[in-house]
């Protein structure tokens, strides 16, 4: 398919770009369910991830090179036990990458120019542009964070499928309030939360943990989470996906079916987030 590629701004054959990187919808699949379903959608079963031609081979390998690189250097440490994980510029090129997805698919999902934070977004995206095309550091939009979750052992609140949520789900959106004091660009997998502050909310100095360094750092888990932005939005974020619709009975006996034919299905990652909520939720 011929088209504009969104990071080179040239005439290309597109590709079939995921919004998800590959290697997270394989790993998804591998520790749960061989098909995958949105909590907007649940009615359908997909066996890959969210794609739209939005970029050309070379901005294709480009992303690719970086995906890589996360995927060996800290998705899967991490995901091993590994809680101490050095990191290069690297990360903050996969984050911007992977969040600059995100803002672009909200962009072309529908027309933005009404709210009031367009032109936020709309400087943020040229901004990661240019540094994703010439490794320009961002100036105005350079808070890149990530936070690296894992099971719940307690749950004071009134939520329901905290585990699942923060363990399992994919999610991208832009994130902002009525009062117009806060603006994020937030994205996650698994137990990968991203998010980027476009709008100061005034105790951005409590990011400390969570913010990545453009050139060199390390990540200590745990990390020390107080930001309220994102916090909040957490919690409102899952009470959203526990309102969703449920699959109709006949998806609902697909899954059913599903789970008893696979013998291992409760010893799998998905099927341990499950029973961690229901236990959670029993000690209430």
């Known amino acids: 398919m011929k088209g504009i590629c969104k990071l080179y701004h040239l005439e290309t054959e597109l590709q079939e770009s995921h919004i998800f990187p590959k290697f997270v919808i394989n790993y998804t699949k591998q520790t749960g369910s061989k098909y995958l379903r949105s909590f907007i959608e649940p009615d359908k079963r997909k066996q890959d991830g969210i794609k739209k031609y939005l970029l050309g081979r070379d901005a294709e390998q480009d992303f690719s090179k970086r995906e890589k690189w996360f995927a060996e250097k800290i998705f899967r440490p991490y995901l ?14 996969f984050t911007v990458s992977f969040l600059w997805r995100i803002l ?7 027309d933005l120019s009404h709210k009031w934070y367009y032109d936020l977004i709309i400087n943020a995206e040229k901004e990661w542009r240019e540094y ?16 690296l979750t894992d099971r719940v052992k307690e749950n004071p609140t009134d939520l329901k499928g905290v585990d699942f949520y923060l363990t399992r789900v994919m999610d991208g959106t832009i994130v902002d309030n009525e009062p117009q004091t806060c603006l994020l660009i937030y994205g996650k997998f698994n137990k990968f939360v991203f998010w980027a502050v476009l709008k100061n909310y005034g105790d951005e100095n409590t990011l400390g943990d ?16 107080t930001y309220f932005p994102i916090c909040s939005f957490l919690g409102n974020r899952i009470k959203v996906v526990e309102n969703m619709q449920y699959p109709s009975d006949d998806q609902q006996n697909k899954i059913e079916n599903e789970i008893l034919n696979d013998n291992d299905f409760w010893n799998k990652e998905l099927g341990q987030s499950l029973l961690n909520d229901f236990n959670l939720d029993d000690k209430k």
């Open 104 to 110: 672009i698919s909200e962009l072309d999902k529908e």
């Open 210 to 225: 969570v913010l990545i360094n453009p050139k060199e750092g390390i990540l200590n888990i745990p990390q020390d989470l």
């Open 80 to 93: 091993a036990g590994v809680h101490i994980l050095k990191y290069d510029e690297n990360l903050y090129y």
């Open 132 to 147: 994703l095309l010439n490794a320009t550091i961002p100036q105005n939009f350079n808070k890149i964070c990530i936070l």
